[in-house]
């Protein structure tokens, strides 16, 4: 039986090399960041990746075949109406024949079925505020206890109940290790008063926690997590999200719909501030999860 999945030939030939890949996700190009601060980041995280020695496997459902390293043509492609999908998406997705940005979940699950240990993203999705009523935690957290891969991000977005994320990593057995940090960085933010499973200084000893997770054959992701450079005033990322939660709440936006909807207003109604610092902790992930591919490779 032919293979659901398409791997591009560069990230082909540096599997079988043994050389060191990472895998991009693409809900952040479709749903996450606006045109063309889009495309113009994946090319940055791209590059980032490969400064740091190692190649870049973009992954994406274009025209309903999930692709693993696609190519700068295929990105703008895949901007013709797209879907966000995540896991319980692909099979909708393949039938119909769509275009799917790859969150997470999806990212990470393709990841794996190709062979990729390591990953980059800005923030992983978690447990939504108001989750006690709404019950919206991202499918993110339960895949990443499934899958075997080395996360970077720079923690969960404010967006989201950062303690009530925190205690579910926890439950679900997921270590969070705080790269040149003791505290869970909060994507804009660079502190969050939230400690870190451990802290971690070097990249070598990211590798060496995650060969002992292999040796007693966890299922669980690692998560690393980093500050990203630049940093926005808490007190003014907690006006804007207010409002973009009460804006939610005005339009009865739910589901899947949420993560995009909170993000498209940060990043398009709160100035560039956000926006840049959204982008620049995307690309910092990107060298550092190429970082941690090469080294491991
Ligand atoms: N966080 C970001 N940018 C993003 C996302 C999260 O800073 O673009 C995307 C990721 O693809 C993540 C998804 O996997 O949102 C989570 O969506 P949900 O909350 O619906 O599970
Ligand atoms: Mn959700």
């Not at 082909?12 to 043994?18: H, Q, R």
């Not at 966000?84 to 990212?107: F, Q, Y």
């Not at 923690?155 to 969070?176: H, N, Q, R």
């Not at 005005?250 to 909170?262: C, N, Q, S």
Request: glycine share 10%.
């Amino acid at each position: 039986m032919d293979s659901l999945w398409r791997i591009g030939d560069e990230v082909k030939a540096a599997l079988e090399d043994g050389r060191g890949v990472v895998a991009l996700e693409t809900a952040v190009l479709t749903h996450g960041l606006p045109y063309p601060d889009n495309l113009e980041t994946m090319h940055r995280m791209a590059q980032a990746v490969r400064q740091a020695g190692a190649v870049p496997a973009v992954m994406g459902i274009l025209r309903g075949r999930p692709v693993v390293g696609l190519t700068p043509g295929d990105w703008e492609a895949l901007l013709d109406r797209p879907e966000k999908c995540s896991i319980r998406d692909i099979g909708l997705a393949v039938a119909r024949g769509v275009n799917g940005g790859t969150t997470v979940a999806l990212t990470a699950y393709m990841a794996h079925q190709v062979g990729i240990t390591v990953f980059a993203t800005g923030g992983i999705g978690g447990v939504h505020r108001g989750a006690e009523k709404t019950w919206d935690v991202s499918t993110d957290l339960y895949l990443l206890a499934q899958v075997p891969i080395t996360v970077v991000s720079a923690g969960a977005k404010s967006i989201l109940d950062l303690p009530k994320t925190a205690e579910f990593l926890e439950s679900l057995g997921i270590p969070v290790l705080g790269f040149q940090t003791d505290e869970l960085p909060g994507f804009y933010v660079r502190t969050t008063g939230l400690p870190v499973t451990g802290r971690v200084d070097q990249v070598s000893e990211v590798i060496a926690v995650r060969h002992a997770m292999n040796r007693a054959h966890l299922s669980q992701a690692l998560l690393v997590v980093q500050p990203g450079p630049e940093s926005v005033s808490p007190a003014l990322v907690d006006r804007l999200i207010d409002e973009a939660l009460h804006e939610a709440a005005m339009h009865g936006v739910r589901g899947k719909a949420t993560t995009p909807y909170l993000l498209g207003y940060l990043n398009e109604r709160a100035g560039d501030q956000l926006k840049a610092a959204n982008i620049a902790l995307l690309v910092a992930n990107a060298g550092l999860a190429g970082a941690i591919a090469a080294y491991h490779a």
